[in-house]
């Protein structure tokens, strides 16, 4: 593959792509029923932002959001955090999708391991849903009571959740791979009535029995009332409580009309779980009617998103791209769901689906990318792809050759999009425009409606240099709260303790005076692996409760030009050897009670861990020295417990870098 540089021009759109686009059309609607005019995405961007108020409810009346009452105003105010959205209106995201239902036309396309492609209709899916819901109310499930999955992404979830936002109750997932105390500490925050469970999953031609973690769940879920177990494995179930469950075909025989539930632009849809450095995972509660609007501007507007398209996106239950790949059934058209791995039974196996099933937006993570280049996958090679519109990437930053590979060997005529955003809003930040040109290793622009910047460490705005991502504005999609977090403490602390009233998130990013970026990964200590985060506490806990591990510190890189790369650092008890069988003990333990995605690349044994004066592990300037950060500009050694251990972290570092230049 020929070298290419930063910036360099992979692909421009065509007059007629630009006419055709999503944000051209909203343009032209603007221009003829608002009178406004706006030149071209740029000036729509800076008008998004500047008039906030006007711009959101433009998208609520070209979007046709169904309300049942009518608001007040868009904005409350725009003081963050604790803004209000469409005050006064009622409306329900189950009847947005359904709204779309064209009887026998399919809506659903799904692949797994186990069988080959099949199809949902509309009718097939508004029947499914009406049984579920009809059920739950059946059994006592009222607006605002939570339901969770443990399930994959099949067809059945997207019922479950379907049926629940259609009655106003909660949802909240998580995949069957995550390890059951992840599980636990999740789901025992918000204290469900009803669990939807499967009895296994296969993943790279390798079946995983999980009735034994149901049953675990129902235990330690005192506020479960209900259990439905869909059989995907066949699995023998009756170590399960008999009283408290019963088979989702027994649900699916009970008949039922599907009744859409009127609740408040602001009443909870889901509750997505992210985590900080401490503590137990974030609880991230979203709005109904913020994730309509947002969805539907992303998906309509930016992307152009139609019901003509057929829309995949490569993810399990437990990343926030699953809940956008939901979403695009907001529009009207199909969505592919695929459950297994991405490299079994063949690495180009996504690829040969989208080419069966007629994929239009293409959508994965830049780790994904990344594997195809390095097995010399080259898919232009077996399919043409004639239906192929768009790849969307996210996740981490997207390499230069990441980019390169896209238009040497899966299509040269492609738009290509690199987004970055968050579970925290379940959307983007910055991301691609179908209008404007590709370019090498940057992200094209800014999402409309959000007024993206980068501060340094003393809150200016910066330009063509690395800074902190923060957000000047509410978007509608911002979390209402986090679940059971009394005074907002947990919340304002997450995103506004370090520049009060907006939003920081967390990564560095650099933005040039065009809108382009790029971001250079995680500022705080987040595990982020291919687009799901978890704390380290999470790590930390299952390391440390192996009895010879008396410390430990763990530093997820996401350097650009670089693969994500994990390292585990331990203190190990007295007179005791990091040998092979220690060092499989502590990924098995991480892979069983966390999950096999966050199992480190390296162990290393240290003496000691680096900590504060009061005794917090110091994750943020340990990962900026192994990124090549100076140590005397990210570290005060006046600030440490154990100044005398740092040498050890910074000689790792440099035999690191020598190694791998």
């Known amino acids: 593959m020929e070298a290419v540089s930063k910036g360099q021009l992979l692909w421009q759109p065509s007059e007629r792509e630009i006419e055709k686009a999503g944000v051209t059309k909203f343009l032209h609607w603007i221009r003829n029923e608002k009178k406004l005019e706006l030149n071209d995405v740029h000036h729509l961007w800076k008008w998004s932002v500047d008039e ?29 955090p604790g803004t209000r959205w469409f005050e006064g209106s009622s409306l329900n995201y189950a009847e947005h999708v359904f709204r779309n239902d064209r009887g026998d036309e399919t809506a659903l396309i799904f692949r797994s391991e186990m069988e080959d492609i099949k199809e949902i209709s509309w009718k097939e899916l508004r029947g ?51 390890g059951m105390e992840s599980v636990v500490e999740r789901f025992k925050q918000i204290e469900p009535n009803v669990l939807i469970a499967v009895d296994g999953y296969v993943y790279n031609g390798k079946t995983s ?27 023998d179930y009756k170590r399960l409580n008999p009283q408290k469950t019963i088979d989702w075909q027994e ?49 309509v507007i930016e992307e152009g998103v139609t019901n003509e398209d057929v829309f995949f996106w490569f993810t399990t239950t437990g990343w926030m791209m699953w809940n956008l790949l939901v979403g695009a059934l907001l529009t009207g058209g ?71 590979w896209v238009y040497n060997e899966v299509k040269q005529d492609v738009w290509l999009a690199s987004v970055s955003g968050g579970t925290d809003v379940c959307t983007a930040f910055i991301g691609g425009s179908p209008v404007l040109p590709v370019r090498a290793g940057e992200i094209q622009t800014k999402a409309l409606g959000v007024n993206a910047q980068a501060f340094n460490d003393d809150g200016k705005l910066v330009l063509n240099e690395v800074g902190e991502l923060v957000i000047l504005n509410p978007m509608p999609s911002m979390p209402i709260y986090f679940w059971n977090d009394e005074g907002d403490k947990r919340y304002k602390e997450s995103y506004f303790s370090t520049f009060p009233g907006i ?13 382009r970026s790029i971001i250079f990964g995680r500022s705080d200590s987040t595990i982020n692996k291919q687009g799901v985060r978890i704390g380290t506490s999470e790590i930390y806990r299952a390391v440390e409760s192996i009895e010879i591990v008396s410390d430990s510190l763990v530093v997820d890189l996401e350097a650009l030009e670089e693969d994500s790369y994990m390292a585990l650092f331990v203190v190990l008890k007295q007179d005791q050897l990091l040998e092979d069988g220690l060092i499989s003990h502590i990924k098995d333990v991480i892979r069983q009670q966390v999950s096999p995605r966050f199992v480190p690349n390296e162990i290393i044994a240290v003496e000691q861990v680096p900590r504060t004066l009061t005794g917090k592990k110091m994750e943020v300037p340990i990962k900026r020295i192994l990124l090549g950060h100076q140590p005397e500009k990210v570290i005060n050694v006046g600030s440490m417990a154990n100044p005398e251990i740092l040498k050890t972290y910074i000689e790792f570092a440099h035999k690191r870098r020598a190694i791998n230049h």
């Open 52 to 80: 906030l108020e006007l711009f959101w409810g433009y998208v609520w009346e070209y979007c046709q959001i169904i309300s049942y009452t009518p608001n007040s105003h868009v904005l409350q105010s725009r003081k963050m």
């Open 128 to 178: 499914k849903t009406a049984s579920l819901a009809g059920y739950l109310k059946e059994i006592g499930v009222k607006k605002g009571d939570r339901i969770v999955g443990y399930m994959p992404n099949i067809p059945e979830t997207i019922i479950a959740f379907l049926a629940c936002a259609s009655i106003g109750a909660v949802w909240s997932c998580c995949s069957p791979d995550f």
């Open 209 to 235: 029995d999980r009735v034994d973690q149901v049953a675990h769940l129902q235990n330690a879920l005192p506020t479960l009332k209900r259990t439905v177990l869909f059989k995907s494995i066949n699995s």
């Open 251 to 299: 649900v699916m025989k009970r008949k039922s009309e599907l009744v859409f539930e009127p609740v408040p632009f602001n009443h909870p849809l889901w509750i997505l779980f992210s985590s900080g450095t401490t503590g137990l995972p974030k609880p991230i509660v979203h709005s109904q009617g913020g994730i309509v609007l947002e969805h539907l501007k992303v998906l």
């Open 334 to 404: 199909k969505i592919v769901l695929y459950d297994g791995s991405p490299m079994y039974p063949k690495p180009d196996v996504l690829w040969e689906l989208a080419e069966k099933t007629k994929v239009s937006f293409f959508g994965t993570s830049a780790a994904f990318i990344q594997a195809s280049l390095k097995l010399g996958i080259k898919p232009k090679e077996k399919y043409t792809f004639p239906h192929l519109k768009a790849i969307c990437s996210t996740g981490s930053p997207l390499s230069i050759d990441g980019f390169k």
């Open 503 to 515: 939003w920081r998130h967390g990564d560095w990013i650099q933005f040039d005076d065009k809108g």
